[in-house]
């Protein structure tokens, strides 16, 4: 095996960060147990829900049936995207939002990670900052930055809820600050890992302030209405003149094809657009034309609201009965409110131990979940609370979200009886 | 429209290069004289061949017919590619050409165009060079990199057959240097846009004195053999421990579905895989569902030889004929051997005007090219060759060529009659 010089671009981008450095544990900790009853609530992979197996497939039977067959497939593409696609988006969006988009206004990426390398370096980079205003966020943000000092993660306000073991973050607005250096700021909303819904004030807040110097605000809405409307508190987009509204068709279940939309200014998705052109020439055709059907019909919006959602949320109301059914309500555990997405977060004040140490302790257990540390990237200050706090999949079936969760909380029970009086006193 | 700030990555990247500028003067053109009898010879699309799209559409057919279809789209993928194709790129090529090749040698991109570009910057970058070792190259190479100056072209060495009207570009191996501060190599064989296809001798030096240094050399086969089969002449693929072998499936059919194959050296591989995770998950997988079916079958390689390679292979000799026919054997112009590839090259030497005046000339006349100037990316000296030549793609149907050649071929009878003295004493 050759050793070739990498150059400073390659140190950083071959180096595998958040949850996929922690990806290769958990995949070898299910082979070498393979055949125990190891649950895992780690996983990010979407549940294939049998009637959104069947758009896709109906819409590539459509595909096949069609003369188009051979345009999608057998050719290249404009690197602004399918233009089916775009028509479709556009129209969606102007009807439901009411809105005045026209086609300029949408550009679609090989994927919503993609969108967000290309913006983020488009933006930032040696002496421009990637600012994400409210950490925790996607932990992918962090392998995005060729110049990883670019990136800036802006610790956030606790709203706790402590008689009902609930917490919300929120942006801290006195440590939010835009300068000439800031190139973007990106934010998921609903956010993964949390599940966290900023509020449509807190969002025209932070875009107002970036627009002051015409700033791109990124709205990462990979789980947001109107696809795959993952939120389980209402809630819409918002739309200003330098917000890119980001949407990712993984989350309704078209994760295998890497079909990514940014709805925003011209101007600013001019630029992105140049760099995917260069960097990849176009996203791939057979994805993006099955979304145009999907959306066109309204079957997508339809299926993501009758099926998508109530699956997922459901799914959280049994995670978080099985908490207060296993936790002391003396313990100070506190579940962030679960407002969307397919994770659930759980902070555990005065943790006597480490999120890496009870991510062992829960293996030993027989349950995988994600240790959350790995969802601060950019956060340059040290904070305790990053290391109180794991990431649970709502993507098991209720039988093992049940079980696995059975086993957390006697951990958890165990492991937090051994706190310290200074941290009690803290 | 807003008007954000570019970052230097932003600055370089959002910027179209090559072909990609001169697309937007022929886009321009063809529609504001749509009606007009305008042949486009300048199409890099390739032709959609009946029996490729049926293959294509019978591997959609038993996708859908399968039981994996939802475990294809319906999934998130693993960074390295679609395992089954994966297994079915290393059965193929241990047995085609003797390897001992393992998973662990193949990595899935989506498309070859983000493979150089993770590759160009994973080895490249601030003080390490990109270097294509003969020039002219790929338009596309000039676009691939965050640190422009780091791409350095090498001017080759010309083999000229006077009487014949041909010529041959050979590297010029008492100018190519690798030093402590190249990344890697890269080049086209055959080669986009001339049709040149480096001997296995001259590609095995390349690779030696790369060797020395433990640097990748990147071979971009998007038009060798095994598929697409686009060699007129014939040609292996070479295999050495810094080589990476790239595949393109574009011109097999499947340039919609972005899916590009390396096949090398794991700890090169590794790299790229690295850079490719962090900025954009992985490769779309339907396409590399379709190939897995259409490579493991066989049927793949056998209608890129059967099909393919004769279609084009055809239309060169059209088109070389057309030339001979309409052009003055007294007149100085040389077609590039046409070895393979989906264009041809030709040079006029003692152009008494610029190959962008030529371009110009010959859209009035109603045929569009390419100007040859564009395909230099990273020649650092003047010179006056790269201002002489044109690409003449093969894409447009039989008659549609005879037509434009005709055409053609008076412009340059005409514009060539005005040499200077001085020129053709030189």
Known sequence: MLNPQLSDFGATM???????????????????????????????????????????????????ASPHYGEV????????????????????FNQ????????????????????YFFAANA??????????????????????????????????????????????????????????????VIFSRPCNPT???????????????????????????????PYPALNFTPMNPVFAPNIVHCISLSKAGLPGERVGIAIGDEGILRAIEGFLTNAC????????????????SGALAHLSETVIRPHYQHKFTVL????????????????????GGVFAWLWLRDLPISDWELYQELKQAGVIVVPGHTFFPGLRQEWSHARQCVRISLTAS???????????????????????VSSLAS
């Open 14 to 64: 071959s180096r595998l960060t958040g949850v996929r450095a922690i990806m290769k544990d958990i995949v070898e900790t299910l082979q070498a147990r393979a055949g125990e009853d190891l649950i895992n609530l780690s996983a990010g992979n979407p549940v294939i829900l049998p009637e959104v197996e069947q758009l896709w497939r109906d819409c590539t039977r459509d595909l096949l």
């Open 195 to 225: 599940g966290n819904v900023l509020s449509e004030g807190e969002v025209r807040r932070i875009a107002a302030l970036a627009a002051l110097r015409e700033i791109p605000v990124l709205v990462d809405a990979a789980y947001a209405a």
């Open 281 to 296: 020439i176009h996203a791939s055709r057979y994805g993006q034309a099955l979304a145009a059907q999907a959306i066109a």
């Open 73 to 92: 497939v057998c050719r290249y593409g404009a690197s602004q995207g399918y233009q089916p696609l775009i028509e479709a988006v556009v129209a969606d």
């Open 96 to 115: 439901r939002y009411d809105l005045h988009l026209t086609p300029r206004n949408v550009l679609i990426t090989p994927g919503s990670q993609s969108l």
């Open 320 to 339: 978080a009965q099985g908490l207060r059914a296993g936790l002391s309500l003396d313990l100070p555990w506190f579940l962030h409110r679960g407002e």
């Open 123 to 184: 933006f930032g980079g040696t002496g421009r900052e990637i600012v994400l205003p409210l950490s925790p966020d996607y932990t992918g943000y962090g392998g995005i930055c060729l110049v990883p000092e670019s990136l800036r993660a802006v610790r956030p306000a606790l709203e706790v809820d402590e008689a009902g073991h609930e917490f919300k973050y929120r942006p801290d607005f006195d440590q939010l600050e835009f300068g000439a250096e800031t190139g973007c």
């Open 398 to 420: 209720v039988h093992d979200i049940e079980r696995g969760v059975q086993r957390l909380t006697q951990v958890v029970q165990r492991v937090m009886a051994y706190r310290t």
